[in-house]
């Protein structure tokens, strides 16, 4: 069994923050991604420009402070950032080019503690819904390919995509409609070849959880349309990911900072009891969102 978890930092315009206030292996993985308030899937990460000298010493930039100030000593994967912010506002994606110099600034910059990259897209159809190319993950994926011979080094390429821009995409009538959604309207089974590890998001914790001190407030409505995300839906997801996803898709293992928060725990017990209600068994490679606190890890 492999674990990958999740660690956060983010660029605030002038310098690089850390968010998460853990750095032991407690993984065999650390995930490096930004996060913080407004700020994801590379919206948060330095973006000197679009060329890809700009990729190469951005990652460049971000490698050093991973190896020499942050994670000193432990293996981690770093992302390659989706987003950036214009100057107008909004998101727009990273040109390619950015992305294949990133690629090979990281790899020129770390070392053998560098153990891949991470697509930090979190969109599980933006091919279907024309906002990205195959030819672009092909292109990623190849020149990860490059860099494995040009280095020696076994990089791994991991996406973690979440089911929730499939649940908000359209109308739901009914769960079974859901299902036929994971089964069929995604990406995944796409281009998943081209990642070593898939790990989907079901979303299930953030769709029940309660809210400390607001005891009869709860996230209940799974798609804005009605559609309750019971525990039986949970398990006929898991299912539905098993039969009709590639072996090299699992799941993301999900909770927040308000796990502490007594009413919770079952929802993240839930994702244990729901594999094996759904698969008899634990998918053996599992990716770990947790917010930012060592806490919640433990």
């Known amino acids: 069994m492999a674990t990958w978890g999740l660690w956060y930092y983010k660029w605030n315009g002038s310098g690089y923050e850390v968010l998460s206030d853990w750095t ?3 993984f065999d993985y650390i995930i490096v991604t930004d996060g913080g308030e407004g700020g994801t899937e590379g919206k948060t990460t330095k973006y000197s420009g679009p060329g890809y000298t700009n990729g190469y010493n951005d990652a460049g930039e971000l490698i050093e402070k991973i190896e020499n100030q942050w994670l000193s000593g ?15 506002g909004g998101k727009k994606a ?12 990281a790899a020129a910059w770390g070392s053998s503690r560098l153990k891949g990259f991470y697509w930090s897209l979190e969109n599980i159809r933006y091919i279907q819904a024309g906002e990205l190319s195959r030819y672009t993950i092909e ?8 860099n494995r011979r040009e280095y020696g080094q076994n990089y791994q390429f991991i996406w973690i995509p979440s089911l929730r821009s499939l649940f908000v995409s359209r ?6 409609d859901v299902l036929e959604a994971v089964a069929y309207e995604t990406d995944v089974p796409n281009i998943a070849n081209y990642f070593n590890k898939v790990f989907i998001q079901p979303g299930y914790y953030f769709a029940n959880k309660k809210i400390p001190n607001r005891e009869n407030e709860t996230k209940k409505i799974l798609l804005e349309h009605g559609i309750v995300y019971t525990y039986n839906l949970l398990v006929n997801i898991l299912r539905s990911i098993h039969k009709f996803m590639p072996s090299n898709v699992s799941i993301e293992m999900e909770v927040d900072g ?5 009413a919770n725990w079952e929802y993240a017990c839930d994702y244990v009891k729901a594999q094996r209600d759904a698969l008899g068994y634990l998918w053996s490679d599992r990716a770990y969102y947790f917010d930012t606190e060592e806490i919640t890890v433990d």
């Not at 994967?77 to 214009?86: A, L």
């Not at 990273?94 to 600034?105: A, C, K, V």
């Not at 308000?258 to 007594?262: E, G, I, V």
């Open 94 to 105: 990273r040109p390619q080019n950015y992305w294949l110099g990133w690629i090979d600034g």
């Open 171 to 176: 109308r739901f009538s009914s769960e079974q």
């Open 24 to 26: 032991d292996q407690k």
């Open 74 to 88: 432990r293996n981690y994967i770093v992302e390659i950032p989706y987003f950036y912010v214009p100057p107008s």
């Open 258 to 262: 308000d796990l502490n928060y007594q």
């Open 139 to 146: 292109a990623i994926w190849g020149r990860i390919m490059e």
